[in-house]
């Protein structure tokens, strides 16, 4: 049964997450206790329909665009920042496979802070990115193929972390459907494993602006 909250304005009776009361259909405040998938109306989990989320987000930025209340008094004009705020911040996190994989983390539970500047515990995850970067630092960014070699050491990188995409939503997918916890634990280690690649494109692609 859906929990029903009352509505500032009218004192009314609205359903908890709606962003309008039915009876006076003036704005209401975000819900607090609502996670980014369903602000969105999306059920959690790492596989989404982004097709679903950018129409969510478009719809839900007409309506509560601040320019539609303008006019308004100033409870329902932060309303609608608050919502515009809202809906910004989870559209950013949900629509990256990286942010979204973190985010699943917090929200099961698992772990509620991603470890930034954490070193790989992994031996053998070590030596891997080593033997990438010392790949990238043998690039003569003087030479003449200098462009080709980073753009074939950006398209390996990517098919690699394309696989670090399937393999955490695996997990996920082990843990939401199948319900095994050690799905998370699966999940958690291949998306530390993207973050340190995405990285690493970063810096691939700082040193690929030089050519363009």
Same mark, same amino acid.
């Given at each position: 049964m859906n929990r029903v909250d009352v509505c500032w304005s009218c004192r009314g009776g609205v359903v908890a997450g709606e962003g309008f009361c039915p009876t006076c259909r003036v704005i209401q405040p975000p819900d607090p206790r609502r996670d980014h998938f369903h602000y969105f109306g999306l059920n959690p989990g790492f596989d989404l329909d982004l097709g679903v989320l950018d129409t969510v987000y478009r719809q839900r930025q007409q309506q509560f665009h601040p320019d539609l209340f303008v006019s308004?008094?100033?409870? *329902?004009?932060?309303?609608?920042?608050?919502?515009?705020?809202?809906?910004?911040?989870?559209?950013? &996190?949900?629509? +990256? #496979?990286?942010?979204?994989? *973190?985010?699943?983390?917090?929200v099961t539970g698992f772990r509620e802070q991603t470890?930034?500047?954490? &070193?790989?515990? +992994? #031996?053998?995850?070590?030596? *891997?990115?080593?033997?990438?970067?010392?790949?990238?630092e043998e690039v003569d960014l003087k030479g003449k193929n200098a462009?080709?070699?980073l753009q074939q050491l950006r398209d390996r990188m990517m098919e690699t972390c394309d696989a670090e995409v399937v393999a955490l939503g695996k997990?996920?997918?082990d843990w939401f459907v199948g319900g095994k916890r050690e799905g998370l634990a699966v999940a958690a280690q291949h998306t530390d494993r993207l973050r340190y690649f995405t990285r690493f494109l970063d810096e691939l692609d700082r040193k690929s602006e030089l050519f363009f």
């Open positions: 308004r008094g100033a409870t *329902e004009r932060r309303y609608s920042m608050e919502h515009v705020t809202r809906l910004n911040e989870g559209y950013r &996190t949900l629509k +990256d #496979p990286l942010t979204r994989g *973190e985010y699943l983390l917090k470890p930034e500047n954490a &070193t790989p515990s +992994d #031996p053998a995850f070590l030596l *891997e990115i080593m033997e990438w970067r010392e790949t990238l462009a080709v070699q997990g996920f997918h």
